[in-house]
């Protein structure tokens, strides 16, 4: 396989895992939100089959769910540009001078991911040897905590990634918050509108 395909699958599959821990935690939260209000109204069979589900863990899955998707999302961030970064005073700098910031910051970020995601990695082989399990679900905890070494990894391949296509051709992934797709066409359904 090519480079640049397997970057359009590291990418793809970045993106799909981000939007089905989003989704799926999304509905699970629903569903249990549904449960514990239905299993209060008062109809006999309703209520006693609503109450003999076990739903506790519905709670826990979506925490672990949603630090998944923290882990994977910052590092969609730094792909993307829409990271969280205060740039102010870098941005009045010289060219020259601001290109040597920028690329400190970007191995900085990449250094401090990685012996996050080193530090995560060694904690989860620590995990690995114990037989300790989440409270609810009962999962192996080195399970849970895997996000921690492998979103911080990607996390700093991307620094690494937005560095070297920096020193590249000059510019940062830059998110445009005041585009939105389908908003430069006219509409046309919209009162007193031209066709």
């Known amino acids: 396989?090519?480079?640049?395909?397997?970057m359009k699958?590291?990418?793809?599959?970045?993106?799909?895992?981000?939007?089905?821990?989003?989704?799926?935690?999304?509905?699970i939260v629903f569903l249990a939100v549904l449960h514990r209000y239905a299993s209060g109204v008062n109809l006999p069979a309703l209520q006693d089959w609503l109450l003999s589900m076990d739903v506790s863990w519905a709670q826990e899955l979506c925490i672990y769910?949603?630090?998944?998707?923290?882990k994977f999302g910052a590092a969609y961030g730094v792909r993307t540009g829409i990271h969280v970064g205060v740039d102010v005073m870098i941005n009045r700098l010289r060219p020259e001078t601001r290109k040597v910031?920028?690329?400190?910051?970007?191995?900085?970020?990449?250094?401090?991911?990685?012996?996050?995601?080193?530090?995560?990695?060694?904690?989860v082989w620590a995990l690995s040897q114990t037989t300790q399990v989440s409270p609810d679900l009962?999962?192996?905890?080195?399970?849970?905590?895997?996000?921690?070494?492998?979103?911080?990894?990607?996390?700093?391949?991307?620094?690494?990634?937005?560095?070297?296509?920096?020193?590249?051709?000059?510019?940062?992934?830059?998110?445009?918050?005041?585009?939105?797709?389908?908003?430069?066409?006219?509409?046309?359904?919209?009162?007193?509108a031209q066709a």
């Open 65 to 70: 769910m949603f630090v998944w998707m923290a």
């Open 9 to 27: 699958l590291l990418d793809h599959l970045e993106e799909w895992l981000i939007s089905f821990l989003m989704g799926a935690a999304t509905l």
């Open 1 to 6: 396989m090519r480079p640049l395909a397997m």
């Open 101 to 123: 910031y920028i690329v400190v910051g970007l191995l900085a970020g990449a250094l401090f991911t990685g012996v996050v995601g080193t530090l995560g990695a060694q904690f």
């Open 138 to 192: 009962e999962l192996p905890r080195w399970i849970v905590f895997l996000c921690v070494p492998l979103g911080s990894y990607l996390m700093c391949f991307r620094f690494l990634q937005v560095c070297a296509h920096f020193l590249k051709h000059g510019d940062l992934p830059k998110h445009d918050h005041s585009q939105v797709e389908g908003l430069d066409e006219p509409d046309t359904h919209a009162p007193g």
